[in-house]
């Protein structure tokens, strides 16, 4: 988040809590705890305090840890694949391996 983006958020705020005063020091603490969040993800949680609470939104609540990426669905794809091969090759060694003894 830019820090005009979070004047933005601050400008929100102080119009839905006029009686309410945000200091320059509570609102640079705020900013340095509110960086790494996405704009509009923390400015989605801003509207829905809005909408349910008469009281200022504290840091806590406004905060959202970025989502990291993973590869679980390209891992859990590869297994897959890996799978069909390892059956694949099983059922095609039962027709070419001789049968236990006794089995004969």
């Given at each position: 988040?830019?820090?005009?983006?979070?004047r933005?958020?601050?400008?929100?705020?102080?119009?839905?809590?006029?009686?309410?005063?945000?200091?320059?020091?509570t609102?640079?603490?705020?900013?340095?705890?509110?960086?790494?969040?996405?704009?509009?993800?923390?400015?989605?949680?801003?509207?829905?305090?809005?909408?349910?609470?008469?009281?200022?939104?504290?840091?806590?609540?406004?905060?959202?840890?970025?989502?990291?990426?993973?590869t679980?669905?390209?891992?859990?794809?590869?297994?897959?694949?890996?799978?069909?091969?390892?059956i694949?090759?099983?059922?095609?060694?039962?027709?070419t391996?001789?049968?236990?003894?006794?089995?004969?």
């Amino acid at each position: 988040m830019t820090f005009g983006e979070f004047r933005e958020l601050v400008k929100m705020i102080k119009g839905a809590y006029p009686q309410r005063l945000l200091s320059r020091e509570t609102a640079m603490i705020w900013y340095r705890h509110l960086e790494n969040c996405d704009y509009h993800l923390v400015k989605r949680r801003v509207d829905a305090h809005i909408k349910v609470s008469q009281y200022m939104p504290t840091i806590s609540e406004l905060y959202e840890q970025s989502v990291e990426e993973t590869t679980i669905l390209q891992t859990m794809e590869a297994w897959e694949k890996e799978g069909a091969i390892r059956i694949e090759n099983e059922r095609r060694n039962e027709w070419t391996r001789p049968a236990p003894p006794w089995a004969r």
